[in-house]
């Protein structure tokens, strides 16, 4: 009876260490395997030309890739390279179905890195969504303009509601300004509990009005 008793004690004890173990290897080994893909993907770009000229070393093609968006970047900055860049826009906007890729391409870096002072997801809000009553996550992303604040008289802004767990994809709303509770977390406290479905609440400290 005794025995039994260790043994049970024994293969509970190592049950939760290895649910332990499993906690540190499984995040670790998947977010090496991502940065791998990643790295892979983009050495491999560049890489095949230096094959071709007898050089083979992992990160070359990487390095060489960086090291050109860079160089792109510095004749950008210039007159003689805006000039430039304006040709190849018009060139490219006249050519049927490539120019439409090419604008709405454009136009989404635009939105992510065209103004280094603006963040598309500016502020973490909290939304009536899909009904009222229910909420969910969103971030705030700009006001509405457009055709769509000359047709709708009230103050619209555009939020974005990611999915769980993919927080990359989701839905766009157009909500009513009054009816947006700004929250205090930040975005990737918020994206943390997109992804984990809600169990990884981060902490918060209410002010003196919310205590109050």
Not at 13 to 26: N, P, Q, S
């Amino acid at each position: 009876m005794i025995l039994q008793k260790e043994g049970q004690r024994l293969r509970e004890a190592l049950g939760r260490y290895f649910a332990l173990g499993l906690l540190i290897v499984v995040p670790t080994a998947v977010c090496l395997w991502v940065l791998w893909v990643i790295f892979t993907w983009l050495d491999n770009i560049l890489r095949p030309l230096f094959r071709r000229l007898g050089l083979d070393l992992p990160g070359l093609g990487l390095i060489s890739l960086m090291l050109l968006i860079l160089a792109l970047g510095v004749v950008a900055g210039n007159v003689f390279g805006k000039q430039l860049i304006v040709m190849w826009e018009r060139l490219l906007k006249r050519i049927p179905l490539i120019n439409k890729v090419y604008v709405a391409t454009y136009q989404i870096s635009q939105a992510f890195l065209g103004k280094a002072d603006r963040k598309l997801f500016s502020e973490v809000v909290l939304v009536e969504f899909p009904k009222e009553g229910c909420y969910a996550i969103g971030f705030m992303t700009a006001p509405a303009s457009g055709e769509i604040s000359e047709k709708v008289p009230r103050n619209l802004c555009s939020v974005f509601v990611p999915t769980t767990p993919n927080p990359t994809s989701g839905f766009l709303i157009l909500e009513p300004k009054e009816r947006i509770l700004t929250l205090d977390m930040s975005v990737e406290d918020a994206i943390k509990f997109v992804i984990s479905a809600g169990s990884i609440a981060p902490p918060y400290k209410p002010g003196p009005q919310a205590s109050a």
